[in-house]
Every structure is written in C-alpha cells, then in structure tokens.
C-alpha cells in the first residue's frame, strides 16, 4: 500500500508544478467565465469581444438562444457561421436585431431552436441562411443522428493544462499578450479573442480579427480561395456532389417554416453565398448540379406561406464580388449589406426595419472591401 501512494505521489508532483501557469492564463483570459455571465456582459454599451480556445462547455447555439431569451429582439438570424457578418448597426433600431447565427445551424436545428424561444417573445423575423448542404441526401443521411453535447469541465481542463504548454510553445500566444489586452477598452473574454481579436461581438456578429488585421497576406488558409477550391475539386469538407435534392430535408424545413408561420413570425430565407471564383467551379463540375436545383425547389415552401427566399449563391446576382468575401464561402459585412437591401425590394416587412440609407452610403466608400460598422457598438 506504501509503495502505491508513493507510486501515486511521485505521478502527481508534476502536476503541482506544471498546473499553476495554465490554470493562471486560463483563469486571467476570462476562459472560466460563465456564458451566462457573458450573455449578460455584452447586453451593456462596453465592448465585450468572446473568443474562448479551452473552456468552451456549451455550444455556441445554447450561447445564442439565452441571448435571445433575454434580450427578446424583433430581427434575428438563424444559421450557421455564414450569416455572422450581419450587424445591429444595419437596423433602424439597433436594439431590435441580434446575430443569433450558431443557432438553426443545419436543418435538424431549427424546430429546436424555435421551441426554445418562449411563446410570446418571438422575434418579428428570421432571417434564416440555408448552407447548401443541407440539401444534399449525402450529408443529411451522415448527420441525421445529430446529438448536441455539454462537455465535462473537468476533462476540459485537464486537457487546456497539456494544450496550453503546447501551443505557448510553438509561440500561438505569450502571458504578455494576454496581459496587455486587460488594459484595453474592449473586454476580452478567452485566449481567442485577446490574441487574435477573433470571436462574437455584442450584437452576436462575428469578428474576423487575424484576418482584418492583414486580408491580403499569402498565409491565410483560404487565400485566393485555395482551401476552397480544393474541397470543391475532392468533393469532402462540406461539399458533397450529388444526384438531386434531399427530400427528407425539404420536409424538416418545411415544418419549421409551417411551425414559423403558425407563431407569427416572417421568415426570410437565402442561399448563402461562393465567391465568384468558386461558384464557377461549382457550375462546372456536373456532380454538384443539385446544388442548383436547391433555390428552384425551395422557393415555393416560402411564397406558399408567404414568406421570401433568395438564391444568393452566386454573388454577382445581388452585386457581390470576391474583393469583398472573407474567404471562399463566408461573405463579410459588404456582402450582408448588399444582400439585405437586395431582399428589401420584395420583402416589405425586413425593409421596415433596415437603416437603407445608411446602408447605401456606407456601400459608397471604398475605404474597407470588409467592414461598415467594424468595431462600433451600437445597441
């Protein structure tokens, strides 16, 4: 017995020795802070940027519906990461809009996520991003399985203790940098966003920080759309060729939009968009031709409930252009903004909320291919 307690002993000092340091850069970079305590944070006029790298035990979609519980705004997003770059600061009211992209990320999300909105909150809109592949029998039968997980903070810690000697060591971040940003005005919640000025921001938006600090450098994953051009080409990666659209798909999205209807909440639909370059591979490849049916099928679910829908894929139809993509499937601010005031020449209702003349003005300077509100918090 002696012998396994020394044994133990000898295997636990290590950790009295190494622990210290993580748990000090986990505990100062805010990676503990409860999402509840965040939720609450970024409904106030400071700057909250959360971005956390070790400690994330909810999804971002639990995250997004509290916000929207609390906050009960008139205009919100569902989808996934692809909806991210709309603003608060692109509405009349600031205040009624809320990003909660990370939400109704696929297919099998949405009725869930309408159930969580409480009877009697409802938001006047949706405006709801439907990723492509959604549609394809492929994925759908991968994932029609989906199960959304809370993960144990203890194993969490467990491993940010080894992950965080490792990154430090191949220099991803310094206790240096973590200090410096508590200084700031902005609050920086989580190693993310305090190194690389990356996460969501109070409105629910996205900031894109390492890519807008340098757009153009040969170094990003994607630059000139090489990352995606390749998944296009090997068909993986979320891009699935395929024979024709799902019709198990059609028929879970046409219960939301019917659950949607019944609530009194208009919901207006689009295909998030490729860069130009990319929907050109697209269109040449035979194997993604169902991807161009996806529009034509969906639309008459919407015009039936008398909702709107718009095939935004190719950017060019609503005056999109590469210059102004993140990379090659997310568009930024510019892309969000061209967008909404093409919908608002057939949707009246999201044109009651839109600040369009802002809008326009802002889509007038050429100062930023990528921003119109950037870093302002406008609630």
Not at 348 to 376: C, P, S
Request: hydrophobic share 40%.
């Amino acid at each position: 017995m002696k012998r396994f307690f020394l044994t133990l002993f000898l295997f636990l000092l290590p950790l009295f020795f190494l622990a210290p340091l993580p748990l000090a850069i986990l505990f100062f970079s805010g990676e503990f802070t409860p999402f509840e305590e965040i939720v609450t944070l970024q409904q106030q006029e400071a700057p909250v940027l959360f971005g956390k790298a070790y400690i994330t035990t909810v999804p971002s979609s639990v995250f997004k519906l509290r916000a929207v519980r609390e906050r009960i705004p008139r205009v919100i997003t569902f989808g996934t990461s692809r909806v991210l770059q709309f603003r608060s600061g692109f509405f009349k009211k600031p205040s009624e809009f809320y990003n909660s992209g990370g939400a109704g990320g696929t297919i099998f999300d949405l009725q869930k996520a309408l159930t969580d909105i409480p009877k009697g909150a409802e938001p006047d809109i949706i405006i709801l991003g439907l990723d492509q592949h959604n549609f394809s029998t492929q994925w759908y039968k991968n994932n029609a399985e989906q199960k959304e997980s809370m993960v144990n903070l203890r194993t969490l810690i467990v491993l940010a203790v080894r992950h965080i000697y490792q990154d430090a060591l191949h220099k991803k971040f310094s206790f240096g940098d973590i200090v410096k940003k508590r200084g700031e005005k902005t609050r920086f919640i989580g190693i993310i966003a305090m190194v690389q000025g990356d996460g969501i921001r109070n409105d629910g938006s996205y900031r894109y920080g390492k890519f807008l600090s340098d757009p153009y450098n040969s170094t990003h994953e994607d630059y000139q759309f090489k990352d995606t051009l390749e998944r296009v080409q090997r068909g993986n990666r979320l891009f699935f060729r395929d024979t024709y659209v799902s019709e198990d798909a059609m028929k879970e999205l046409n219960v939301f939009l019917t659950q949607a209807k019944e609530r009194g909440i208009h919901v207006v639909g689009f295909l998030p968009p490729f860069a130009e370059v990319v929907a050109d591979a697209l269109h040449a490849d035979p194997g993604y031709d169902y991807l161009f049916q996806i529009g034509a099928t969906i639309a008459p679910y919407f015009m039936d409930k008398g909702f709107t829908f718009y095939d935004f894929m190719d950017p060019r139809t609503f005056g999109g252009n590469d210059a102004e993509m993140i990379d090659g499937f997310h568009g930024s601010e510019r892309t969000m903004a061209k967008m909404l005031l093409q919908m608002i020449k057939t949707d009246k209702q999201l044109a009651a909320y839109l600040n369009t003349l802002f809008l326009e003005e802002k889509l007038k300077e050429h100062a930023n291919n990528f921003e119109i509100v950037g870093d302002q918090v406008i609630l």
